[in-house]
């Protein structure tokens, strides 16, 4: 029998309420932006952690959150101005492609029920298609931290206001063989 890596069927993606989540959020970021990335050394923590809502992904096991393997912020820096940050997806994760889109949906979302007028975000260049698909637009290339990004504005249409603490993503199920 061929031995296979677990693949969960199953995320939850919602606003980080308990200690692990919270530990496992800027786990990942520290992964993912520092370790992997280089961006950063020893950690990606700054000023606006103080003041972000942080939401993350978990993979579930029986219908549990067992682990963050996607991580996103938002803060409000100023009266309906809302900003998007440090959006991560674990490496192995990434290969089902809507974790990321299901977290920006979280953030706008959640951040359009708080009273978001308008919000923002700055891309890494690599990741600007994938933001036009989600209906963003792009407002100009910058550098930031030495790396080219784009400030890019949410199309708040799409994402109408749901006041939702988690939303549910499930991986389609793979096709099972016909009995012969």
Same mark, same amino acid.
């Given at each position: 029998?061929?031995?296979?890596?677990?693949?969960?069927?199953?995320?939850?993606?919602? =606003?980080?309420?308990?200690?692990?989540? %919270?530990?496992?959020?800027?786990?990942?970021?520290?992964?993912?932006?520092?370790?992997?990335?280089?961006?950063?050394?020893?950690?990606?923590?700054?000023?606006?952690?103080?003041?972000?809502?942080?939401?993350?992904?978990?993979?579930?096991?029986?219908?549990?959150?067992?682990?963050?393997?996607?991580?996103?912020?938002?803060?409000?820096?100023?009266?309906?101005?809302? %900003?998007?940050?440090? =959006?991560?997806?674990?490496?192995?994760? %990434?290969?089902?492609? %809507?974790?990321?889109?299901?977290?920006?949906?979280?953030?706008?979302?959640?951040?359009?029920?708080?009273?978001?007028?308008?919000?923002?975000?700055?891309?890494?260049?690599?990741?600007?298609?994938?933001?036009?698909? =989600?209906?963003?637009?792009?407002?100009?290339?910058?550098?930031?931290?030495?790396?080219?990004?784009?400030?890019?504005?949410?199309?708040?249409?799409?994402?109408?206001?749901?006041?939702?603490?988690?939303?549910?993503?499930?991986?389609?199920?793979?096709?099972?063989?016909?009995?012969?």
């Amino acid at each position: 029998m061929e031995s296979r890596p677990f693949v969960p069927m199953e995320y939850v993606i919602r =606003l980080a309420r308990t200690p692990w989540e %919270r530990a496992g959020y800027h786990a990942l970021r520290r992964e993912v932006f520092c370790a992997e990335q280089g961006i950063f050394a020893g950690h990606d923590r700054d000023t606006i952690d103080e003041t972000a809502i942080p939401i993350i992904a978990a993979c579930c096991m029986a219908g549990m959150p067992d682990r963050v393997v996607g991580a996103v912020r938002i803060h409000e820096p100023e009266p309906g101005l809302w %900003r998007g940050s440090r =959006l991560a997806v674990h490496a192995e994760h %990434r290969k089902l492609g %809507r974790i990321g889109a299901e977290l920006i949906r979280m953030a706008v979302c959640t951040a359009h029920s708080l009273g978001a007028v308008r919000f923002l975000a700055q891309v890494q260049e690599q990741n600007v298609l994938f933001f036009r698909r =989600l209906h963003w637009t792009s407002l100009g290339a910058i550098t930031l931290h030495g790396r080219p990004h784009h400030d890019m504005q949410a199309d708040l249409v799409r994402y109408p206001a749901h006041g939702r603490e988690q939303t549910w993503l499930l991986r389609p199920q793979p096709r099972g063989r016909e009995a012969a």
